[in-house]
Protein backbone atom coordinates (compact mmCIF):
# COMPACT_ATOMS: atom_id res chain seq x y z
CA UNK A 1 0.00 0.00 0.00
CA UNK A 2 1.17 3.23 -0.85
CA UNK A 3 2.99 5.27 2.40
CA UNK A 4 1.13 8.55 1.66
CA UNK A 5 -2.16 6.73 1.17
CA UNK A 6 -2.04 5.36 4.98
CA UNK A 7 -0.83 8.82 5.79
CA UNK A 8 -3.40 10.50 4.99
CA UNK A 9 -6.17 8.15 6.36
CA UNK A 10 -4.26 8.55 9.27
CA UNK A 11 -4.34 12.53 9.00
CA UNK A 12 -8.01 12.26 8.22
CA UNK A 13 -8.60 9.74 11.22
CA UNK A 14 -6.55 11.92 13.68
CA UNK A 15 -8.08 15.15 12.69
CA UNK A 16 -12.09 13.35 13.19
CA UNK A 17 -11.47 12.06 16.43
CA UNK A 18 -10.04 15.57 17.43
CA UNK A 19 -13.81 16.75 17.17
CA UNK A 20 -15.18 14.35 19.38
CA UNK A 21 -14.29 16.51 22.77
CA UNK A 22 -15.51 19.43 21.39
CA UNK A 23 -19.00 17.97 20.61
CA UNK A 24 -19.47 16.28 23.92
CA UNK A 25 -18.88 19.42 25.42
CA UNK A 26 -21.66 21.15 23.79
CA UNK A 27 -23.68 18.73 24.86
CA UNK A 28 -23.48 18.90 28.12
CA UNK A 29 -27.15 18.31 29.12
CA UNK A 30 -27.03 14.74 27.47
CA UNK A 31 -25.83 12.12 29.93
CA UNK A 32 -22.94 10.36 28.40
CA UNK A 33 -24.66 6.72 27.72
CA UNK A 34 -27.38 8.78 25.75
CA UNK A 35 -24.50 10.43 23.63
CA UNK A 36 -22.45 6.79 22.94
CA UNK A 37 -25.87 5.80 22.08
CA UNK A 38 -27.19 8.14 19.51
CA UNK A 39 -23.30 7.95 18.04
CA UNK A 40 -23.52 4.71 17.41
CA UNK A 41 -27.04 4.18 16.22
CA UNK A 42 -26.76 7.02 13.87
CA UNK A 43 -23.49 5.99 12.43
CA UNK A 44 -24.45 2.26 12.11
CA UNK A 45 -27.72 3.37 10.18
CA UNK A 46 -26.09 5.88 7.63
CA UNK A 47 -23.43 2.49 6.75
CA UNK A 48 -26.52 -0.14 6.58
CA UNK A 49 -28.79 2.80 4.54
CA UNK A 50 -25.52 3.31 2.38
CA UNK A 51 -25.24 -0.69 2.00
CA UNK A 52 -28.65 -1.17 1.24
CA UNK A 53 -28.88 1.47 -1.59
CA UNK A 54 -26.11 0.37 -2.95
CA UNK A 55 -26.48 -3.43 -2.54
CA UNK A 56 -23.53 -4.57 -1.31
CA UNK A 57 -23.19 -7.60 -0.03
CA UNK A 58 -22.76 -8.15 3.96
CA UNK A 59 -23.02 -11.70 4.34
CA UNK A 60 -21.67 -14.10 4.69
CA UNK A 61 -19.80 -14.75 7.90
CA UNK A 62 -18.35 -17.23 9.56
CA UNK A 63 -19.63 -17.73 13.13
CA UNK A 64 -15.79 -16.79 14.44
CA UNK A 65 -16.06 -13.39 12.42
CA UNK A 66 -19.79 -12.65 13.83
CA UNK A 67 -18.18 -13.36 17.28
CA UNK A 68 -15.62 -11.22 16.80
CA UNK A 69 -17.45 -8.56 15.30
CA UNK A 70 -19.64 -8.38 18.35
CA UNK A 71 -17.07 -8.79 21.02
CA UNK A 72 -15.46 -5.32 19.39
CA UNK A 73 -18.77 -3.37 19.08
CA UNK A 74 -18.92 -4.87 22.84
CA UNK A 75 -15.32 -2.77 23.90
CA UNK A 76 -16.26 0.12 21.33
CA UNK A 77 -18.99 0.79 23.18
CA UNK A 78 -17.35 0.06 26.32
CA UNK A 79 -14.87 2.61 25.47
CA UNK A 80 -17.32 5.29 24.18
CA UNK A 81 -19.32 4.94 27.28
CA UNK A 82 -16.80 5.61 29.52
CA UNK A 83 -14.37 7.99 27.91
CA UNK A 84 -17.61 10.23 27.27
CA UNK A 85 -18.80 9.74 31.10
CA UNK A 86 -15.06 10.86 32.20
CA UNK A 87 -15.07 14.31 30.26
CA UNK A 88 -18.33 15.41 32.46
CA UNK A 89 -15.64 15.30 35.31
CA UNK A 90 -12.30 15.98 33.89
CA UNK A 91 -10.50 18.38 31.79
CA UNK A 92 -10.55 17.88 28.31
CA UNK A 93 -6.63 17.16 28.41
CA UNK A 94 -6.71 14.98 30.61
CA UNK A 95 -9.66 13.22 29.45
CA UNK A 96 -7.66 12.31 26.23
CA UNK A 97 -4.50 11.92 27.01
CA UNK A 98 -5.34 9.33 29.54
CA UNK A 99 -7.50 7.40 27.00
CA UNK A 100 -5.00 7.75 24.69
CA UNK A 101 -2.99 5.53 26.59
CA UNK A 102 -4.36 2.80 25.16
CA UNK A 103 -0.97 1.79 22.82
CA UNK A 104 0.51 0.35 26.31
CA UNK A 105 -2.52 -1.96 26.87
CA UNK A 106 -2.31 -2.63 22.57
CA UNK A 107 1.47 -3.76 23.25
CA UNK A 108 0.37 -6.38 26.40
CA UNK A 109 -2.30 -7.67 24.78
CA UNK A 110 -0.80 -8.62 21.14
CA UNK A 111 2.45 -10.12 22.89
CA UNK A 112 -0.53 -12.24 25.13
CA UNK A 113 -3.01 -12.58 22.77
CA UNK A 114 -0.99 -12.61 19.34
CA UNK A 115 2.11 -13.70 20.28
CA UNK A 116 3.55 -10.07 18.12
CA UNK A 117 6.98 -9.41 18.14
CA UNK A 118 7.21 -5.65 18.91
CA UNK A 119 10.17 -3.59 17.11
CA UNK A 120 12.30 -1.95 19.09
CA UNK A 121 11.49 1.14 17.21
CA UNK A 122 8.30 0.90 18.31
CA UNK A 123 9.36 0.67 21.77
CA UNK A 124 10.86 3.59 20.91
CA UNK A 125 7.60 5.16 19.88
CA UNK A 126 5.77 4.08 23.03
CA UNK A 127 8.23 5.62 25.37
CA UNK A 128 7.85 9.14 23.73
CA UNK A 129 4.61 8.77 23.26
CA UNK A 130 4.85 7.78 27.52
CA UNK A 131 6.65 10.91 28.56
CA UNK A 132 4.22 13.49 25.97
CA UNK A 133 1.79 11.86 27.95
CA UNK A 134 2.93 12.05 31.56
CA UNK A 135 3.88 15.78 30.78
CA UNK A 136 0.44 16.99 29.67
CA UNK A 137 -1.68 15.30 32.16
CA UNK A 138 1.23 16.71 34.90
CA UNK A 139 0.46 20.14 33.30
CA UNK A 140 -3.12 19.68 33.57
CA UNK A 141 -2.74 20.19 37.39
CA UNK A 142 -4.61 16.75 38.07
CA UNK A 143 -1.47 14.57 38.78
CA UNK A 144 1.10 17.39 40.66
CA UNK A 145 -1.41 19.24 42.45
CA UNK A 146 -0.81 18.74 45.81
CA UNK A 147 -4.74 18.51 47.15
CA UNK A 148 -6.28 15.60 44.81
CA UNK A 149 -9.45 16.66 43.35
CA UNK A 150 -11.52 13.57 43.76
CA UNK A 151 -13.77 14.68 40.63
CA UNK A 152 -11.15 14.92 38.19
CA UNK A 153 -9.35 11.77 39.59
CA UNK A 154 -13.03 9.94 38.77
CA UNK A 155 -13.10 11.50 35.62
CA UNK A 156 -9.55 10.45 35.10
CA UNK A 157 -9.83 6.96 36.05
CA UNK A 158 -12.85 6.16 33.84
CA UNK A 159 -10.96 7.72 30.62
CA UNK A 160 -8.24 4.94 31.47
CA UNK A 161 -11.10 2.29 31.55
CA UNK A 162 -12.36 3.34 28.21
CA UNK A 163 -8.37 2.80 27.26
CA UNK A 164 -8.49 -0.25 28.28
CA UNK A 165 -11.53 -1.16 26.20
CA UNK A 166 -10.59 0.52 22.85
CA UNK A 167 -7.34 -1.72 23.02
CA UNK A 168 -9.22 -4.77 22.87
CA UNK A 169 -11.44 -3.23 19.78
CA UNK A 170 -7.99 -2.14 17.76
CA UNK A 171 -6.59 -5.73 18.67
CA UNK A 172 -9.81 -7.40 17.57
CA UNK A 173 -9.73 -4.93 14.18
CA UNK A 174 -6.31 -6.16 13.42
CA UNK A 175 -7.06 -9.60 13.03
CA UNK A 176 -10.80 -9.34 11.39
CA UNK A 177 -9.35 -7.03 8.97
CA UNK A 178 -6.85 -9.01 7.88
CA UNK A 179 -9.36 -10.83 5.64
CA UNK A 180 -12.73 -8.46 6.06
CA UNK A 181 -12.72 -5.37 3.98
CA UNK A 182 -13.11 -1.85 5.70
CA UNK A 183 -16.87 -1.40 4.83
CA UNK A 184 -17.92 -4.89 6.11
CA UNK A 185 -16.22 -4.50 8.59
CA UNK A 186 -17.47 -0.93 10.20
CA UNK A 187 -20.97 -1.98 9.01
CA UNK A 188 -20.50 -5.33 11.59
CA UNK A 189 -18.80 -3.29 14.43
CA UNK A 190 -20.72 -0.25 14.42
CA UNK A 191 -24.05 -1.89 14.09
CA UNK A 192 -23.29 -4.15 16.70
CA UNK A 193 -22.20 -1.48 19.05
CA UNK A 194 -24.98 0.52 18.52
CA UNK A 195 -27.29 -2.52 19.65
CA UNK A 196 -25.24 -3.39 22.79
CA UNK A 197 -25.06 0.49 23.79
CA UNK A 198 -28.43 0.66 22.96
CA UNK A 199 -29.77 -2.00 25.07
CA UNK A 200 -27.60 -0.34 27.94
CA UNK A 201 -29.17 2.96 27.79
CA UNK A 202 -32.50 1.69 27.89
CA UNK A 203 -31.63 -0.27 31.41
CA UNK A 204 -30.39 3.27 32.43
CA UNK A 205 -33.61 4.55 32.18
CA UNK A 206 -32.29 7.45 30.84
CA UNK A 207 -34.30 9.93 28.78
CA UNK A 208 -33.41 9.36 25.53
CA UNK A 209 -36.06 11.90 23.78
CA UNK A 210 -35.97 15.42 25.33
CA UNK A 211 -33.33 17.64 23.91
CA UNK A 212 -32.90 20.28 22.53
CA UNK A 213 -32.31 21.13 18.66
CA UNK A 214 -28.65 22.14 19.49
CA UNK A 215 -27.87 19.22 20.97
CA UNK A 216 -28.95 17.22 18.35
CA UNK A 217 -26.96 18.96 15.67
CA UNK A 218 -23.78 18.21 17.63
CA UNK A 219 -24.96 14.54 18.47
CA UNK A 220 -24.98 14.16 14.59
CA UNK A 221 -21.79 15.80 14.16
CA UNK A 222 -20.44 13.76 16.72
CA UNK A 223 -21.87 10.17 14.87
CA UNK A 224 -20.60 11.85 11.25
CA UNK A 225 -17.36 13.69 11.89
CA UNK A 226 -15.33 12.11 15.08
CA UNK A 227 -17.21 8.23 13.67
CA UNK A 228 -17.71 7.42 9.93
CA UNK A 229 -14.72 9.65 9.04
CA UNK A 230 -12.41 9.36 12.11
CA UNK A 231 -12.77 6.18 13.80
CA UNK A 232 -13.08 4.76 10.08
CA UNK A 233 -10.45 5.98 8.71
CA UNK A 234 -8.23 4.05 11.75
CA UNK A 235 -10.09 0.97 10.49
CA UNK A 236 -8.77 1.10 7.33
CA UNK A 237 -5.34 1.63 8.30
CA UNK A 238 -5.33 -1.36 10.67
CA UNK A 239 -5.02 -3.64 7.48
CA UNK A 240 -1.69 -2.06 6.68
CA UNK A 241 -0.19 -1.05 10.36
CA UNK A 242 -0.36 -2.78 13.38
CA UNK A 243 -2.60 -2.23 15.81
CA UNK A 244 0.50 -0.78 17.84
CA UNK A 245 1.01 1.61 15.37
CA UNK A 246 -2.23 2.60 14.94
CA UNK A 247 -2.88 2.97 18.55
CA UNK A 248 -0.09 5.13 18.80
CA UNK A 249 -1.46 7.05 15.82
CA UNK A 250 -4.25 7.77 17.53
CA UNK A 251 -2.44 10.19 19.54
CA UNK A 252 -3.06 12.54 17.69
CA UNK A 253 -6.19 13.22 19.13
CA UNK A 254 -4.42 14.58 21.77
CA UNK A 255 -2.67 17.72 20.01
CA UNK A 256 -6.12 18.25 17.65
CA UNK A 257 -7.99 18.19 20.52
CA UNK A 258 -5.68 20.29 22.79
CA UNK A 259 -5.78 22.97 20.06
CA UNK A 260 -9.47 23.00 19.50
CA UNK A 261 -10.11 23.61 22.78
CA UNK A 262 -8.07 26.76 22.79
CA UNK A 263 -9.90 27.42 19.64
CA UNK A 264 -13.45 27.14 21.18
CA UNK A 265 -13.27 26.89 24.70
CA UNK A 266 -10.21 29.39 25.30
CA UNK A 267 -8.59 26.69 26.91
CA UNK A 268 -4.81 27.44 26.97
CA UNK A 269 -1.67 25.86 25.63
CA UNK A 270 1.56 26.34 27.91
CA UNK A 271 4.60 25.59 26.87
CA UNK A 272 4.79 22.01 28.71
CA UNK A 273 1.66 21.30 26.48
CA UNK A 274 3.55 22.19 23.81
CA UNK A 275 6.99 19.92 24.63
CA UNK A 276 4.45 16.95 25.46
CA UNK A 277 2.90 17.24 22.16
CA UNK A 278 6.34 17.67 20.07
CA UNK A 279 7.10 14.15 22.01
CA UNK A 280 3.24 12.66 21.21
CA UNK A 281 4.14 13.76 16.98
CA UNK A 282 7.81 12.12 17.42
CA UNK A 283 5.86 8.85 17.73
CA UNK A 284 3.68 9.02 15.44
CA UNK A 285 6.12 9.59 12.61
CA UNK A 286 7.70 6.75 14.37
CA UNK A 287 4.72 4.30 14.24
CA UNK A 288 4.11 5.44 10.51
CA UNK A 289 7.73 4.78 9.62
CA UNK A 290 8.71 0.81 11.31
CA UNK A 291 4.77 -0.12 11.97
CA UNK A 292 3.45 -1.59 9.00
CA UNK A 293 2.05 -5.23 8.73
Known amino acids: MNKNKIVLASLIGII ?3 FASIFIKECANVPSIVLSMYRLDIAAFILLLMNFINKNKLFPLSRKELLLGFASGVFLALHFYFWIASLKYTSIASSVVLVSTNPFFVVILSLILMKEKISPKVVIALIASFVGTVIITASDGNLLSEKIDKTALFGDILAIIGAFSVSFYFIIGSKLRKNMDTNRYVTLVYTFAAIFITILAIFANEDIIHYSSRDFSFIFLLAIVPQL ?30 MLAYIFFQQTINLWQFIGILFIMSAIVISFRYGKV
Open 16 to 18: GVS
Open 229 to 258: IGHTAFNWALKYLKATAVAITTLGEIIGST
